[in-house]
């Protein structure tokens, strides 16, 4: 057998991995991440000048840095400390969940969009334009209604102009693609410098706060942003804002795989031709998932304003570029969105952490941060290319012809599989 | 003789599928050896393993003698295998010579530019040692479809091949052509080359061959000496038990007209004229067919019908409405079912299972999709009654479509348009790359809602498919029907005559009130075209 045979084994194995399969080889890939991580922080360390007692000690050597307090910074800092009492939720926790929550609506936009063939990467403009349309329309709200009252109507009010401006601004990358076979790559691409310069212009002009010397909006009211509830407001985290996260995988989830508008949105995605066979509009469903998508990604603009800054103030963190990650992480599946989010907040929030706690430079927290998402996400994307190959073998072969394998041998086969990796 | 290629024990496993199952064969030197097999026997699957395309799971690879091992088709091409495969891998804005020489062009000052003219001269030499008749001039794009072919044949011969694999040869040409071919293979075996060409028709394999090897289901079955065998004999070989050739068709009680097609004009992708001011009707309680070399304006006349294309001029009625506009789903839900040419790319979602490949076509139905919302215990309910009706393997709807086999991909499409309680039913080529057992069923299943009263357009390039079930017959040739026949009273001769755009009897009335029933409107659209 030779070795291109070989790793073809390995990826049509690795395509048809069980969902227990994958979670077991994603823990595994975590593991072994830190592990080599570990191995990094070790060298580094080694190569760094520190006084004898600042040193650790691991097998008779010092190191100028530890390992273990690295990563235990790293996770159980992200998550306020668990394990040592003391622990409160409106601490590091909340910052995570924060991160989390924006995430979620970062990453489902990019999801969407993947599942129906498209790459949207102006989630990040899409999320820009949705932050200054909610700043600007929440701010003239506030004149209107006040007190608790204001608080009900006016953030429900700041989500939905943050999802209509996202959404309209991802139409148009949207209709470009339907209508003039413009590649949405490029146009999101170049809508996101748009985005950047115009709301930068804006606010820096007709919206700009004369009280402030920085690019940004008058401050929103205290009841025009997001009520905190149980972790206290410290850390600028909301329950009612992750719990509109939640909210979303579950609608996005419900929609794609019990919807006709899902099914006509996953058809294109795989198999344009089958989709239009079955009576799909191409263009329509392109349409339409971008402006969706690109809703999502108003939506966290929405939160980033009325939940995080207070106001709208240029220079936008990178929340939809991240969004990417996560899709990717999570094989775009709205559910492994949620849990891929909340890595990549941990992971967010820790580096902080190790930061504050260590003399680890940050560029190699980085380093680790990188290696856990490589490590994560190489199998997913293995998975995908090995259903590639797959799907062209034995597609010829279908065309091609030959007689089917008896059950009992292929479910043999596929049984031995499970047993290795369950050892 | 001397054996020039050995196959030895050749097994080629895929996923779930063994494509060969210890196949032996032995091809002499200087003759013709067929490879016979219906869709989906292995053939192809074979001689990629001997053209190195495929690494067999087992089994040894013998050219003249010398056990080879191919990692790719260069290594092929190196120890003197050449394969021409069905669709040509011609450039075609490029001459005939350039085409020949390409990645081989004599160099000169050095290696630095190409020797066009010692290119020509090597291509005009070759011409004429084998006898072809190309033009080393021309550009591929304006010679016809069998002089590509040569072109094709003497590119592998450029480089060096004593064995050539010929893939389906004759599928793209007309029945002439076909005979040019067979000259032109037998010039090749007078001068020492070794010809292997995999066909699924009997009549070539006995007409061309010395040596024919028939395989089904994966494995060599026999290899015969092309005078010592019988057509009867074959048959029986490659479908393992005698075959039913007559198709048993009571005789049709048409209805109403169902579809009409007027003066219908559609371009291919390419803007090129497919179709060219074609008009049929087709009646409740018939099969129309329309057979034809493929390629020839069938695939874009049924899209425009279906809905997949729109058609430059003409007009198309479905039930009495004009719905030349409408879209594709409005079309199903009119009730038209359509059983696509190509069931990978269009009939079947291939990582869906079957319950999600049920609903293709019907997401937006009431009865599966009401108020946008699936139903998915009643689509699978669907699912598992077309599987059940239609003898699916395996049984299983959460089965993914790729992994079923092609004959079994198939009849769940069937199935799964069959049971939309169609009006109309296009049937594309319903039985390609379909084992025999499943073709009878299709055919059955066809016949049945003909009985029923539904209206059936029947494309096939298979000729004793569209002759045996068709009720009326048109034969298209470069976009325009040549004539509407009686498939009953026609010889298969003829037929191919009329395949190849030769109209035999010009003065033939019948034809003329059957094709442009509707005048008037073709008066009404006979202004647009120009």
Known sequence: MSVGDRARDVLARLADASATERILISTAALLLSILVGAVLVLVAGRMTACTPNEAVYYFGTGFCYDPILVFDRLFLGALGDPLSGGWSPDGQFSVTLRETTLLIFAGLSVALAFRAGIFNIGTQGQMVVGALATAVAVLWGATLVSGVLGTVVLVPFGILVGAVFGGLYGAIPGLLKAYADANEVITTIMLNFIATGVTLYLVSGVFKDPESAANQTVPLPEYAQFPTVLFGGRQDFSLVALFFGLLAIAGLYYLLEHTAFGYDVRTSGIQPEAAEYSGVDAPRTVVASLTLSGALGGVAGAMYVMMILGTFQTGVPSYGFDGITVSILAGNNPLGVGIAALLFGVLKSGTTVVQFATDVPPQLVGVLRGLIILFVAMPEFFRLVGKRITDTGSRAVATDGGRPEPAAGSAGTSGDDGGESDE | ?530
Do not use: C
């Not at chain 2, 091949?161 to 599928?171: G, H, K």
């Not at chain 2, 699912?383 to 239609?390: F, K, L, M, P, R």
């Open chain 2, 1 to 530: 003789m001397a054996t020039a290629v050995h196959l030895d024990g050749i097994t080629k496993r895929f996923p779930g599928v063994v494509a060969n199952d210890d196949v032996d064969l032995a091809v002499e030197r200087g003759t013709v050896h067929a490879l016979l097999g219906e869709n989906g026997a292995g053939k192809t699957t074979l001689m990629n393993v001997l053209y190195g395309l495929y690494e067999p799971t087992s089994g040894r690879v013998l050219v003249d003698e010398e056990v080879r091992s191919f990692d790719s088709p260069r290594d092929a091409i190196d120890a003197g295998v050449g394969m021409i495969h069905q669709h040509f891998m011609l450039v075609d804005p490029m001459t005939v010579t350039e085409n020949i020489t390409l990645g081989n062009e004599p160099r000169k000052w050095g290696g630095l530019a190409v020797d066009r003219a010692a290119a020509r001269e090597a291509v005009v030499e070759l011409s004429d040692r084998y006898g072809f008749d190309v033009d080393p001039d021309a550009r591929v794009e304006d010679i016809s479809v069998g002089e590509q072919q040569r072109v094709e044949i003497l590119k592998a011969l450029y480089r060096g091949a004593d064995v050539l694999i010929l893939d389906e040869p004759t599928a793209v040409l007309t029945p002439q052509e076909v005979e040019e071919l067979f000259g032109v293979l037998e010039e090749l075996t007078a001068q020492g080359k070794t010809i292997i060409f995999i066909t699924h028709k009997l009549g070539e394999a006995m007409r061309a061959a010395d040596d024919i090897t028939v395989l089904r289901d994966g494995r060599n079955v026999g290899s015969v000496k092309a005078d010592e065998t019988t057509r009867e004999d074959l048959a029986e070989l490659m479908v393992g038990r005698e075959v039913l050739l007559d198709v048993d068709r009571p005789p049709a009680e048409t209805g109403d007209v169902v579809a009409s097609v007027s003066n219908v004009v559609v371009d291919d992708d390419r803007g090129v004229r497919a179709v060219d001011d074609v008009s049929f009707d087709v009646r409740a309680g018939e099969v129309f067919g329309i057979a034809g070399v493929d390629g020839n304006g069938q695939s874009e006349l049924v899209e425009a019908l279906t809905g997949l294309r729109r058609p430059q001029h003409g007009r198309i009625e479905f039930l009495g409405d004009d719905v030349t506009t409408d879209s594709r789903r409005q079309r199903i839900e009119e009730g038209m079912a359509y059983i696509p040419e190509d069931r990978q790319e269009r009939g079947l979602v291939m990582d869906f299972d079957l319950t999600e490949n049920a609903l293709l076509g019907s997401q937006h139905s009431k009865e599966f999709g009401p108020n946008g919302r699936i139903d998915w215990p009643a689509t699978r309910a669907h699912a598992e009654a077309i599987i059940d009706e239609y003898d699916v393997r395996p049984p299983d709807a959460d089965a993914i479509s790729e992994s079923l086999s092609g004959g079994n991909q198939q009849k769940f499409i069937v199935g799964r348009e069959f049971e939309r309680d169609p009006e109309l039913v296009v049937a594309s080529h319903p039985t390609r790359g379909v084992d025999v057992g499943s073709i009878e069923f299709i055919h059955e299943r066809l016949l049945e809602l003909r009985q029923q009263g539904v209206a059936i357009l029947l494309v096939s390039s298979k000729l004793e498919e569209v002759q045996g079930l068709s009720d009326r017959l048109g034969v298209i040739y470069e976009g325009e029907f040549i004539d509407v026949v009686d498939p009953d009273e026609t010889t298969e001769e003829e037929l191919g005559l009329l395949m190849a755009g030769e109209h035999p009897d010009e003065d033939d009335a019948d034809v003329s009130t059957d094709a442009t029933e509707s005048g008037s409107a073709e008066a009404a659209t006979g202004g647009d075209r120009t």
